[in-house]
C-alpha cells in the first residue's frame, strides 16, 4: 500500500501557497460617495474630480472616455468605438452601442486573395483595417440623453492632457514600447508617439497639439465636429491615401443604438450585461446558467472538479458565440434558447464529470447544439447610477495608423468580422457565417460591461478589455464573488484560465492551478497552453468589501483594479 503522508503534505502546501496567494491582496480601495475604476490613474481622477463636481455617473464616463483618448492611447479611443452599459438609480436599464460598423465599400471577401486565401495583416495593419469610428457618437449620446453636465465641462480635461501634455511614468512606456517598431511606419503616428523617432522614456511628456484640436471641434459642435467638415475629411483623405476605403458617406450614416440589455439570474443575483452585436452578455449567462446547476462553493475554490465544469461551460457556450451569434440588424440571434435555463440543462448532460470535452467534436448541429484590445471602466454615484464602458480600437493601438493633421489612432476592428469561414482570427477566434462582412455591419465583439444587481440596486460593476478573454475574465471575477465569497480586490486578482472552444487547450495564468489539479484534469483529457497577455479588470462592489459582508466604516464603495497593468487606479471619494 502506498504511503498517503507523501501526498497529503503535498496537498496541505499545496493549499497553504493558495490561500497565501489569496489573502495577500491589499484591502479594496473604499468610498463614501462613488467610486471610479480606469486603467490609468490620471482618467480615474477626471472620473473622481467630475463626481465631486456634482456630476453623474454618466458625466463622469463620458469625461473618462474622452481622458483615456488621449492618457491610454493604445485603448482609449477617438477613433475606435464600444458599449456602455447603464443601470439608472430609478431602476431603468440600457445599453449604448457605439461598435464601428464596416465601410460601405466593405465586402465579404475584401482580405482574400485571388485563390481565396486570407492575406496576412490586412485586416490588422492596413487602412482597409479600419471600421467606421463610434465613439464620440457615443459618449455624445451617453451625456445628451442621460447626462447632467455640459459638454465643454466634461471634455476639458481631455482637453488639457492633450494641449499642454502629460508627465508619462512606467505603464505608460512599457505600452508604448509595445508598438515602437510600428509607430515607425506611419510618419503621422511617429510624430506624435516617438520622441524625434525615439521611444518615450519615464518622466517625459507626451503632447498631442492635433488631438487637442480635435477634441475642441467636438467641444465646440458635438457630434458634427467629428463625423462632419475638417476632422472627418481629413480621416477620409488619409485612408483614401492609404488604399482604404472610408468615404464622408460613412460618417454621415453612422448612429449609436440604443438596445436592451441582455438580462439573467445567477443565485439570486441581477446579471444586466451587453446584448449583440456583443457576444459577452449572452455567452456570460449561458456559462452562468449551466454552473448554476453545480455546487461550485461546495467543490471548492480550483477543486479540479470545480475548473473542470468551468472550463467545459467555456468550451461549449464558445461553440455557440462563435456560431451563432453576429449583428442584429443582419443576422436573428437565437437569444431566447442560448439564455434559457433549459438549454442550459441540456448542456449539462452533455458534461461528463471527469471527462473533457473534445472541441472538434462539439459543434453546429451535434446535440445539443442546432446547426445554423480594448480599455474598460466602471463608475458608481451617490445616487445609485452604475455605469460599465468597454471601449476599444481592437489591438493595441488599433491599426497604428493616425489620420494626419487630427491626432486620432484608427482602430483594426474589421478583424473582428470573419474574414474567412474556419480561420482564426487575431484572438485566435474561429467564427461563422453570422460575422460575416457586409456593408454598415458591426462586427461581433467580446466586450462585457455588465452591472450585478440584488433586489433592483446595483451591487457590482465589472468589465475589462482582452479580445476573447473579456468573458471569461468577467465569470471569473463574478463567480469569485458570488460563489466563493472573495472581496472585490481578491476577486479581481486571482489567477484566471480560459478556453475558447478553438483552439483546444486551456490557457491557464500561473498559479491558477496546483500541480495536483492540473495532473488530475489531464488525467481527464484536458490539455493546458501558456497564459494569454492579461487582461486589466476594473470591478466595483457597492455597499460592503464583499457581497453580504460589513461596511468599512461609512463607505459605501470599494473599488479593485487590476494589478496586473500598473497604470490604472481605483479611487472614490
Same mark, same amino acid.
Given at each position: 500500500m502506498n504511503n498517503p503522508v507523501p501526498r497529503l503534505l503535498v496537498l496541505l502546501t499545496t493549499w497553504a501557497a493558495l490561500t497565501t496567494a489569496h489573502a495577500a491582496s491589499v484591502a479594496p480601495v473604499a468610498a463614501e460617495n462613488g467610486m471610479v475604476v480606469t486603467a490609468q490613474h490620471l482618467a480615474t481622477r477626471v472620473g473622481v474630480d467630475v463626481l465631486k463636481d456634482g456630476g453623474n455617473a454618466v458625466d463622469a464616463a463620458v469625461a473618462v472616455g474622452y481622458a483615456l483618448a488621449v492618457?491610454?492611447?493604445?485603448?482609449?479611443?477617438?477613433?475606435? /468605438? @464600444?458599449?456602455? *452599459?447603464?443601470?439608472?438609480? =430609478? @431602476?431603468?436599464?440600457t445599453f449604448l =452601442?457605439?461598435?464601428?460598423?464596416?465601410?460601405?465599400?466593405?465586402?465579404?471577401?475584401?482580405?482574400? =486573395? #485571388? %485563390?481565396?486565401?486570407?492575406?496576412?495583416?490586412?485586416?490588422t495593419r492596413s487602412h482597409l483595417a479600419v471600421g467606421v469610428p463610434g465613439s464620440v457618437s457615443g459618449l455624445e449620446y451617453a451625456l445628451r440623453k442621460y447626462g447632467t453636465l455640459k459638454r465643454a465641462t466634461v471634455i476639458a480635461p481631455a482637453i488639457h492632457y492633450a494641449e499642454k501634455g502629460f508627465v508619462l511614468d512606467q505603464g505608460d512606456i512599457d505600452m508604448l514600447q509595445s508598438a515602437t517598431d510600428d509607430f515607425r511606419k506611419d510618419p503621422a503616428t511617429?510624430?506624435?508617439?516617438?520622441?524625434?523617432?525615439?521611444?518615450?522614456?519615464? @518622466?517625459?511628456?507626451?503632447?498631442?497639439? +492635433?488631438?487637442?484640436?480635435?477634441?475642441?471641434?467636438?467641444? %465646440?459642435? /458635438?457630434?458634427?465636429?467629428?463625423?462632419? @467638415?475638417?476632422?472627418?475629411?481629413?480621416i477620409v483623405a488619409s485612408s483614401q491615401a492609404g488604399k482604404g476605403i472610408l468615404q464622408q458617406a460613412d460618417f454621415d450614416q453612422y448612429t449609436t443604438r440604443e438596445l436592451q440589455p441582455v438580462e439573467c439570474d445567477y443565485r439570486g443575483y441581477r446579471v444586466v450585461s451587453a446584448p449583440p452585436p456583443s457576444s459577452g452578455g449572452v455567452i456570460i449567462c449561458e456559462m452562468l446558467n449551466i454552473l448554476e446547476g453545480y455546487p461550485l462553493k461546495?467543490?471548492?475554490? !480550483?477543486?479540479?472538479?470545480?475548473?473542470h465544469y468551468q472550463i467545459e461551460a467555456m468550451r461549449h457556450a464558445y461553440v455557440d458565440r462563435n456560431s451563432y451569434l453576429g449583428d442584429p440588424d443582419f443576422v436573428k440571434n437565437p437569444l431566447d434558447r442560448l439564455l434559457s435555463k433549459a438549454y442550459a440543462a441540456q448542456i449539462r448532460a452533455a458534461i461528463q464529470p471527469n471527462k473533457a470535452?473534445?472541441?472538434?467534436?462539439?459543434?453546429?448541429?451535434?446535440?445539443?447544439?442546432?446547426?445554423?484590445? *480594448?480599455?474598460?471602466?466602471?463608475?458608481?454615484? #451617490?445616487?445609485?447610477?452604475?455605469?460599465?464602458?468597454?471601449?476599444t480600437?481592437?489591438?493595441?493601438?488599433?491599426?497604428?495608423? *493616425?489620420?494626419?493633421?487630427?491626432?486620432?489612432?484608427?482602430? =483594426?476592428?474589421?478583424? %473582428?468580422f470573419t474574414a474567412k469561414v474556419g480561420v482564426p482570427n487575431l484572438y485566435g477566434l474561429v467564427q461563422g457565417e453570422a460575422n460575416k462582412i457586409e456593408p454598415g455591419k458591426r462586427p461581433l465583439s467580446s466586450m462585457s460591461p455588465t452591472i450585478v444587481s440584488k433586489d433592483g440596486k446595483p451591487v457590482m460593476v465589472v468589465g475589462t478589455p482582452g479580445g476573447s478573454r473579456i468573458i471569461t475574465a468577467v465569470l471569473h471575477t463574478m463567480i469569485n464573488v458570488i460563489d466563493y465569497g472573495m472581496d472585490v480586490q481578491e476577486a479581481t486578482d486571482a489567477? !484566471?484560465?480560459?478556453?475558447?472552444?478553438?483552439?483546444?487547450?486551456?490557457?491557464?495564468?500561473?498559479?491558477?492551478?496546483?500541480? +495536483?489539479?492540473?495532473?488530475?484534469?489531464?488525467?481527464?483529457?484536458?490539455?493546458?497552453?501558456?497564459?494569454?497577455?492579461?487582461?486589466?479588470?476594473?470591478?466595483?462592489?457597492?455597499?460592503?468589501?464583499?457581497?453580504?459582508? #460589513?461596511?468599512?466604516? #461609512?463607505? !459605501?464603495?470599494?473599488?479593485?483594479?487590476?494589478?496586473?497593468?500598473?497604470?490604472?487606479?481605483?479611487?472614490?471619494?
Open positions: 492618457v491610454y492611447p493604445a485603448a482609449g479611443n477617438l477613433g475606435g /468605438g @464600444g458599449f456602455m *452599459t447603464v443601470q439608472l438609480a =430609478d @431602476g431603468r436599464k =452601442d457605439f461598435r464601428e460598423k464596416a465601410p460601405l465599400a466593405a465586402t465579404a471577401n475584401m482580405y482574400l =486573395d #485571388k %485563390d481565396g486565401n486570407v492575406i496576412k495583416g490586412l485586416s511617429a510624430a506624435i508617439f516617438l520622441n524625434k523617432g525615439e521611444p518615450f522614456q519615464v @518622466g517625459q511628456k507626451l503632447v498631442q497639439k +492635433d488631438l487637442a484640436t480635435t477634441l475642441k471641434a467636438i467641444r %465646440d459642435k /458635438g457630434e458634427a465636429g467629428f463625423y462632419k @467638415g475638417p476632422v472627418a475629411a481629413a461546495e467543490l471548492g475554490f !480550483r477543486s479540479a472538479q470545480a475548473v470535452g473534445v472541441s472538434q467534436e462539439i459543434k453546429p448541429g451535434v446535440a445539443p447544439h442546432e446547426g445554423s484590445n *480594448t480599455t474598460h471602466y466602471s463608475i458608481v454615484d #451617490k445616487w445609485g447610477n452604475a455605469v460599465s464602458v468597454t471601449y480600437l481592437n489591438d493595441w493601438f488599433g491599426a497604428r495608423l *493616425t489620420a494626419a493633421k487630427t491626432g486620432v489612432l484608427l482602430n =483594426d476592428e474589421m478583424d %473582428d489567477p !484566471r484560465f480560459h478556453q475558447q472552444w478553438l483552439p483546444e487547450a486551456t490557457n491557464v495564468e500561473d498559479f491558477a492551478l496546483s500541480p +495536483d489539479t492540473r495532473k488530475i484534469l489531464e488525467g481527464w483529457g484536458h490539455k493546458f497552453a501558456e497564459p494569454q497577455p492579461a487582461n486589466h479588470l476594473a470591478t466595483i462592489l457597492v455597499g460592503a468589501p464583499k457581497l453580504g459582508g #460589513k461596511p468599512v466604516g #461609512k463607505n !459605501r464603495f470599494y473599488g479593485a483594479n487590476d494589478p496586473r497593468r500598473n497604470s490604472g487606479l481605483a479611487l472614490g471619494h
